[in-house]
């Protein structure tokens, strides 16, 4: 089992940034796929980043494209998501999640993840 806990989210103005960060726990190997979602007010939880076990390939949702930067440092168990000129729609809470099955590739759907942060709440003001 895989123990998530997200930090630094907060209220920024447009075209401000933000660095989440995530430190996982409970697991002896660190060889996981990462990723964030986000869940704005009234919608549906959606996929931000995620990255592959040896930080190859990240992939990330068209809306952050430029914008966003998944990263990662296994030797202290840490995801990070560096957010810049954010913008309003970017308003949501964010959760980190953990991949178990598939260290090698970066899903985009909620259900192919296992494990969960409490989610960090980002709020952007226009």
């Known amino acids: 089992q895989v123990q998530l806990e997200e930090s630094g989210g907060g209220l920024v103005q447009a075209g401000g940034s933000l660095r989440l960060s995530c430190a996982a726990s409970?697991?002896?190997?660190?060889?996981?796929?990462m990723g964030w979602f986000r869940q704005p007010p009234g919608k549906e939880r959606e996929f931000v980043a995620a990255?592959?076990?040896?930080?190859?390939?990240?992939n990330y949702a068209d809306s952050v494209k430029g914008r966003f930067t998944i990263s990662r440092d296994n030797a202290k168990n840490m995801v990070y998501l560096q957010m810049n000129n954010l913008k309003p729609d970017d308003t949501a809470v964010y959760f980190c999640?953990?991949?178990?099955?598939?260290?090698?590739?970066?899903?985009?759907?909620?259900?192919?993840?296992?494990?969960w942060g409490q989610g960090t709440q980002v709020t952007v003001s226009s």
């Open positions: 999640a953990t991949d178990l099955k598939r260290p090698w590739f970066t899903a985009s759907t909620p259900t192919d993840y296992d494990y």
């Open positions: 409970g697991r002896s190997f660190n060889s996981y796929t």
């Open positions: 990255i592959s076990w040896r930080g190859g390939n990240p």
